[in-house]
């Protein structure tokens, strides 16, 4: 995932997906997780595990069914915490609980199983070694910035949330974003708060949370809460 124009997916206000629960209000469905950022780029993991996943829809779990006019690849926009999903297809799922099909159609529908639990998270010390990376040449000025904003607060939870603050209350949403956004231009778009897009305020959120020793990586998705009549 590279920062720069959005390209002209942005401007087309063709639906994308349609997606339904009984008592779900809104979705945010997750496609890919990106760890390794350097010079306006996020590289996806390599040789991504996955694993079968039951076609067995559950009762007592929170059941539902996705629409998706657009495909992308094998990838399935897909709900936290889905236990079943059945289709015209085979699905695989990942770590990341992202979901996976082996087929690529035009049109992709499904039924699927979600628990509304919220998962556990425990990292090793290798992914929160890996979390915690800078770029090397911005890494002081990240450092510098974040201690900055965070000034004297020691408990991480309060310093995630300064942080997400600084970008709720001082930049705006543009998709006409002017400048380039490589390393240098990452750290230019935080001091000047620069107008940009989802892509950007993510990216820099994550290497401001990682300045401060909290692990950080970017998924990408959708937030789906667009209601449309029967």
Request: aromatic residues 10%.
């Amino acid at each position: 995932m590279r920062l720069g124009a959005p390209g002209s997916s942005a401007w087309d206000n063709r639906p994308v997906l349609e997606v339904s629960a009984p008592g779900i209000e809104g979705f945010y469905l997750k496609t890919q997780i990106f760890e390794d950022f350097d010079n306006g780029t996020w590289l996806e993991k390599n040789n991504i595990k996955k694993y079968p996943v039951s076609d067995a829809l559950l009762p007592q779990m929170v059941n539902g069914q996705m629409t998706m006019f657009s495909t992308f690849e094998e990838i399935i926009p897909t709900p936290t915490g889905i236990t079943a999903a059945k289709g015209n297809t085979i699905f695989l799922k990942s770590k990341d609980n992202i979901l996976y099909a082996n087929d690529k159609p035009r049109t992709r529908m499904l039924k699927f199983s979600m628990s509304q639990e919220s998962p556990s998270v425990a990292l090793t010390e290798g992914e929160r070694r890996k979390n915690t990376v800078l770029p090397g040449d911005i890494a002081p000025s990240l450092r510098e910035i974040s201690s900055l904003l965070v000034e004297n607060e020691t408990d991480n939870t309060v310093k995630a949330q300064i942080l997400q603050d600084f970008f709720l209350d001082h930049f705006k949403y543009t998709l006409n974003v002017n400048y380039v956004a490589d390393n240098e231009g990452l750290i230019k778009m935080i001091i000047e708060k620069r107008p940009a897009y989802c892509t950007y305020f993510a990216t820099a959120l994550a290497m401001l949370l990682r300045a401060q020793g909290i692990p950080a990586r970017v998924a990408t998705g959708f937030v789906v809460d667009e209601k449309i009549s029967p």
